[in-house]
């Protein structure tokens, strides 16, 4: 009997949790599988999933990065697999981390492919950096299979917080470092770039301060800039946001919570927006601003230095304000 397949054409699919369990305190790895057993597409190693949830007490939109299977043996699985870390004051994860069980139904992208593994680097350093770890672990099992040249740093405060490392030193051997914070420090990035082979290109996910790290430090080293490529985890939120006002050109006045992204308020809103990656990623959601005296705070990765120095626009999805808690928008 053949899998039923989906319709070429729809962009969300409908999918169900068909497994949960606990990887640390805080992060938790959930299977997806078809609604009605049909086969998820499959994904390469680093693409992701949009996920659509919610109910009564919000919608969101969030993006996991499929893992694939854990073992070192090629073994294909017949669902996807997605780790989630619990921010609390984030409620998308601290909805999935409540409501997620078994048979829970959502709606799935297919994968997304925009953090692409080469496929004949010359050799790939693999960095991540905590829940980070969601898109590396496929792209080192990847170079492990096809025996291709990969030194990997998975790095995180501690052991006991870090989801899969066991699995990282199975499928990694020698080619796997872990690094715990609270025992060695944190890694001289400088140090460990200087240290890889001719024609390395680095691959990271991580904390934003973390990718900026290792992108000053390539440049410091004089890399060019393709040679670095990364993916943001969570570039919409910090621990220190606060939550803002932001006023419409009809004078609508949108309260956006500290885990809440001017995006999502403004959807919850009834307003109309238009959004496709909602990380900083693709330009779509970017949005006019008012001149005023609120500082924006990009976390984008779309709008180039002199677009983010005029002020006059800014990626609602992630981005927030610096040093003022109104802003007003041109729509
Ligand atoms: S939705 Fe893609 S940059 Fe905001």
Redesign the pocket.
Known sequence: MTAKQWPAASKYLDARIVGRRDLTERISEFLIGGADGAALPPGDAGSHIELRFGGPAGRFLRHYSLIGPLSPEKSPEPFWRIAVQREDRFRGSAFIHATFREGTRLRVSRPIGTFRLGRNVPHALLVAGGVGITPILPMMRSLSFRNRPFHMVYAGRRREEMAYADEVEAIGGDHATILEADRSGFPDLRALLAGQPEGTVVYVCGPGPMIDALTTAAAGLGWDHGRVRYEVFNAAHRPDDHGLTVELRDGRLIEVGAGTTI?DALEQAGVDT?????????????TDVVPGDAVIDHR???LSEAERAEGRQM????SRVANASKLKLAI
């Open positions: 995006l238009l959004s496709d990656c909602r990380r900083g990623e693709c330009g779509l959601c970017l984008d990765s779309f990626c609602v999805c992630c």
